[in-house]
């Protein structure tokens, strides 16, 4: 049934999804040959200005709209006349929010993959791609030695439950906001933004009260340059309290949206 | 004969307002019952808890023994009185659907119900007509071969000769192991093929008997009754 | 709906009615192989349950009987037929009679305006 629910969810996203990641590779791709018509990306040029200005405006809102998309297609197939076949198809609330919550996950991905993508034929050539490639050949040494490991591999794991938490924000923004009758909308965006305060609050919070740590700067070996930084550990912290913050937002956002899709469910 | 639905001390609430009040029900398979009441009597608040789109604020409700959920669902058809196709689907995506998620969707009797309606497969659901919409969500609904079809308001709305098709179909479809629950205020046009009638007012069971029990005991159709029991 | 059926009275009963009255004028012969209970229910917008019963009384009339593996059959019993026919002329010749009653009419009027209105309608 999982797969099923996800075969469908994924269909009808991404017939949208596709398209507008499309436009926003052909703007990268026009703007690219605008540059290379012109003698290269110092040139400078209207159409090519524009083009640029142009691309950077859709990529952009790309990224945005895939969230909100996502949270908005949610909202339609769980919390309107739609619901209706949704709520009743024999799987479980964890079930559609499982299958609808991995293809945002995994177009969240995408998305971000495109951004890239768009970046790259705008502006790459040899010399961007060798000193991307040391880079990332950089870091996935750095993975497994030095004491710069842990704060690799927490940034990297934030990376990861960053996609999560936001869908997982959004279905439950949706979800509290089909508590206000007449104004569900109006109550998903304004969830969210309360979603969003608690968040920084808490953050703070963490913060100031795990701030005052063992300053003693750390000794950091990259080849064979020593560095002594201060507030590595500082930073460690930080970001192992953001996961932590994280995982508590995913499972908090999962258990109130299915909570609400259980018991509170009130179709019109 | 097994019951197919049972409900004790069944009690939904929105807020202050109360729209099932201790609802005792208990309704046998092989069936066609009609659950009359006027707008507001509880008639949708009762469907919508068999189908788990509400959760009981008291009492229990079991459809063949079970609680409303994944398994219920799989054995309860319902047809809404609201339309939840989704515009931008052709009516063969949506028939393709019913067949990936129901195992007890009959494909063949799908079709047929499409091809005497002369309704196009490859045609998109926005390009049809409200009345062509219904019938295509009553023949999904139809096409189940459930345990317990719930349908809310289905004549309602609809002009007379789909009323007549729309009846005609629940007739046809009628299997002696499936019960259909038909909630409806419009009782003269369906009383002729019900068996059995429950009146709901303000949320309580007033009335549940076979339908010639009226007829014999009181002389009167049900239509009559109902005009009666539900004076304003 | 094809049939038109009193609500205020049991369905089976005039479903009963109406076949009885197929057979007795010849609408269904003799030996006539009938619907099935679910074609005839969409026929009558009736309930297949109702129209089962229905079914169920007739055949204990004698009017219609089941073959197993073929279905239901018309009586080939013409006498049973003929005294159901002689039957039913019985009872509305006694409803007549009851109205003419109530209007005031007494048996020698009453044949009188019979053969008078057999005689125009000529």
Redesign the interface.
Known sequence: MLRKLFKYEWKAASQTLIVLHAIVLLFAVFTRISFEVRGGIEEDSAISGLLLFLSIMITVTAAIFTVIFIGYRFYKSVFTDEGYLTNTLPVTPKQLIISKGLTGVIWQALDIVIVFAAVFIIVGDRALFEELAVNVKKTAYYLFRGNVAVTTWLVLITVVLTPFAYMLKMYASVSLGSLFSGHKLLGAVGSYIGIYIVEQIIMFLTIAITGNQDSTPTTIQLGIVKTEVEGLQLMNTTLAINIILTLVIMFVGFFVTKYIMTKKLNLQ | MSKILECQGLSKR?GKKQALKSVDLSLES???IGLLGPNGSGKTTLI?LI?????PSEGTLLIDGNMP???T??I?S?L?E?????ENQRVSDIID?FV???ADFDQSRAGDMLKRLSIDPTERIKSLSKGTREKVQLILVMSRRAKLYCLDEPIAGVDPAAR?YI??TI??N?D?NATILISTHLI?DV?????EVIFLKDGQISLQTA??DI??NQ??????LFREVFRC | MAWNLDSGRPIYIQLVERIELAVISGRYEPGDKIPSVRELAVEAGVNPNTMQKAMSDLEREGLLYTERTSGRFVTEDRVLIDKMRKELAAAQIQEFMKKMNQMGFEKDDILHLIHKNLEEGK
């Open positions: 929105y092989g069936r066609i919508k189908n788990g789109l509400l959760s959920g994944v398994k669902k799989e309860v319902y809404p609201r339309t939840y196709l989704n659907f990936d998620f129901y007549d009846l005609d007739i046809n009628y002696e003269s009383e002729n093929i019900l068996d339908v010639d007829r014999v002389a009167k159709s049900v239509d009559a």
